[in-house]
């Protein structure tokens, strides 16, 4: 529990809501009436943040919270790092793995990617100077009481410029941004968005929105070519819930809460939300909607557009909503897939009417190992086809589950002991090939009654197909890396390797050549690159469908030796997109298109279908004032 009792106002540098760090001090008897309401009647506000718009009424500056990683992702106090031993360990207070060594993470490093700690390529202490900022202060004098906070100087509008791409990433470590936004200007409220997209399409300023800055798009990049002001619109201090529906089992979220927050303040009420991206942590509401996002739990809660009832999306012609939230409408094109995936083309997203669950009474953790991925594969398969989901269920390849292992902290000799008798079992006893192992994580969510059940189903599928149940423990911690993955890419770039991960979708009947096509051409690409040292590429599939399923790929090269180790990795990526689509997959399955997949629209979009595209951003948007250009729009 964390309670911080304090008789001053938070920060309007912080762009996070009070419960993050200290949460201002409000009446107990305001909170028991909150409640006391919220149980009499079935749609009333909630306990929502203060935020420093009701605290502080003039802002006119913000700075540069440090609270996050300026040049990688997450929070700036975690991170892997080799310690006085040479040993990996984990640094971060809010995981579980916080503190521990991972005694096996080295050695599985130089043998499987050539890993050598003496090739350290550290990050630079700040991204070199940017240009200075193009100023319309026409705009800026009509907005001046229209915002929370605004912010001008070089930190902030460098953070607000990229996403974390390894281009991105990579200029942020060693290099500088050729443009970046001018400003940048926080929002507290639909009405304030409502003036600043009319003032900016007045005055011919452009409007980037801006969420958790959680992209692996391009999609936050700046047109070097854009001589007008460039405003990012940051979304964060929009982040209350405005009110719970108990009845109709509805919330109405303002854009900018954070997936974490939104889970933090529905909790204590008894419901969740359900969406659980990797990022989710930081990124927001409003960028799921905006990018056609996925959770991890989908199997239960769904996709976004399946947990979207209706939106707000204000652009310069006009504010474009459904203006009904009944359940299922048949009133001609559904106007919120207008929204869905428009990726800040079209406007900014302020608010969302979504579904909620009650919280699940019961979690359960489970793993599965299998001799061979197609054998794990096929028991996937099968689940599906029995309707039978857990609220996740994602496969690792052979060389992912031996990452994972790698990545097991030390635990005293006793645990190594029986980790050891565990592992002659599977390979000797069993008959499991340790180059060929792969295991299934597991997470069961729901009644008690409901979790018995399909644990039983889903055991007894992976039974048929060779799979022996594992230590739930596996299942567990194999969830919970998830949310650390981004952060193993920082530490190896710190050593000369660049690593990225990429996703797709595609039909069962061609998954397992993709797997292993797109595994080959990431190999053979690397080598007409010149790389010297082997790549460490992996995959899993990480959701289940009725007709397929979505495949995430993972891959690190050693750019030691390269003169331009970005545009290598790009060319690597290329081919493995490529080769993709080739094999019947899509360009993306949750991260969206941005500017860096937007080549490939041709290849998945007919012309008419792109000409509507077009369309719709010339009505909705004449002046090109939100000009993202995501997707090649």
């Known amino acids: 529990h964390r309670l911080v009792i304090c008789s001053f106002p938070l920060p309007a540098s912080s762009p996070y809501p009070s419960s993050y760090g200290f949460r201002i001090m409000d009446t107990v008897a305001q909170r028991r009436i909150n409640r006391t309401v919220a149980h009499l009647n079935p749609q009333t506000p909630v306990n929502a943040p203060i935020t420093s718009a009701e605290c502080v009424k003039s802002i006119e500056k913000r700075k540069y919270d440090p609270m996050l990683r300026w040049n990688g992702y997450g929070y700036a106090d975690t991170s892997f790092r080799l310690n006085e031993d040479g040993h990996m360990e984990f640094r971060g207070p809010k995981y579980d793995l916080h503190g521990q060594t991972l005694p096996l993470f080295r050695k599985w490093a130089e043998t499987e990617v050539g890993f050598d700690a003496t090739e350290y390529s550290p990050s630079q202490n700040f991204v070199k100077s940017v240009h200075p900022p193009t100023i319309n202060k026409a705009f800026l004098e009509e907005i001046k009481d229209k915002y929370v906070a605004l912010a001008d100087d070089d930190q902030e509008r460098i953070f607000h410029g990229h996403g974390h791409t390894v281009e991105e990433v990579f200029k942020l470590r060693g290099g500088t941004f050729e443009r970046v936004p001018d400003a940048v200007v926080y929002p507290g409220s639909h009405e304030q968005v409502v003036d600043i997209v009319k003032a900016a399409n007045k005055h011919n300023v452009v409007l980037i929105p801006f969420g958790g800055g959680t992209s692996v798009t391009n999609a936050l990049t700046c047109l070097p070519e854009e001589k007008r002001m460039i405003v990012s619109l940051d979304m964060r201090k929009m982040n209350k819930i405005k009110w719970i529906n108990t009845e109709n089992m509805t919330a109405c979220i303002e854009a900018g809460a954070a997936g974490e927050y939104i889970e933090h303040e529905l909790a204590p009420k008894g419901f969740t939300f359900g969406h659980e991206p990797d990022s989710y942590e930081f990124s927001t509401l409003g960028g799921w909607i905006a990018t056609r996002a996925s959770g ?203 690593a990225e991960s990429f996703e797709t979708s595609v039909p069962y009947s061609k998954a397992m050549q993709l797997c292993e096509s797109v595994k080959k051409r990431i190999k053979n690409s690397c080598l007409t690159l010149g790389i010297k040292k082997p790549p460490f590429v992996c995959c899993r599939i990480t959701q289940l469908y009725d007709t397929g399923c979505a495949v995430y790929f993972y891959f690190a090269i050693n750019h030691k030796g390269l003169t331009d180790p970005v545009q290598a990795y790009l060319e690597v990526e290329n081919d493995a997109r490529d080769e993709i689509l080739l094999q019947g997959g899509s360009i993306s399955h949750h991260h969206g298109v941005g500017k860096l997949r937007a080549p490939y629209m041709s290849r998945v979009m007919s012309e008419p279908a792109m000409r509507i595209l077009r369309s719709i951003k010339k009505e909705l948007d004449p002046n090109n004032i939100f000009a993202v250009n995501n997707m090649g729009l």
């Open 296 to 498: 991890m739990k989908k199997n239960i809660y769904g996709n976004i557009e399946d947990l979207l009832i209706s939106c707000k999306l204000v652009t310069p012609t006009g504010v474009l909503e459904n203006m009904h939230d009944g359940p299922r409408l048949s009133c001609g094109p559904d106007i919120n897939e207008l929204t869905i995936g428009s990726e800040g083309n079209f406007g900014v997203v302020t608010e969302a009417v979504v579904k909620i669950k009650r919280a699940p009474e019961t979690t359960v953790y489970g793993a599965v190992a299998f001799p061979d991925f197609v054998s794990g594969f096929n028991a996937l398969k099968e689940i599906a086809m029995n309707n039978v989901f857990p609220a996740s269920i994602r496969l690792m390849d052979n060389e992912q589950f031996r990452l994972a292992n790698a990545l097991k902290p030390a635990h005293g000799a006793w645990t190594n002991f029986v980790d050891s008798i565990k592992k002659f079992y599977v390979t000797a006893i069993k008959g499991f090939d340790v180059n060929t192992l792969c295991a299934a994580t597991l997470v069961f969510q729901g009644r008690k009654e409901e979790v018995e059940y399909q644990q039983r189903v889903v055991y007894e599928v992976a039974k048929k197909h060779r799979g022996m149940k594992a230590d739930p423990e596996s299942g567990r911690r194999g969830y919970m890396l998830t949310y650390m993955i981004a952060y193993i890419r920082d530490i190896v770039m710190d050593y000369s390797f660049v």
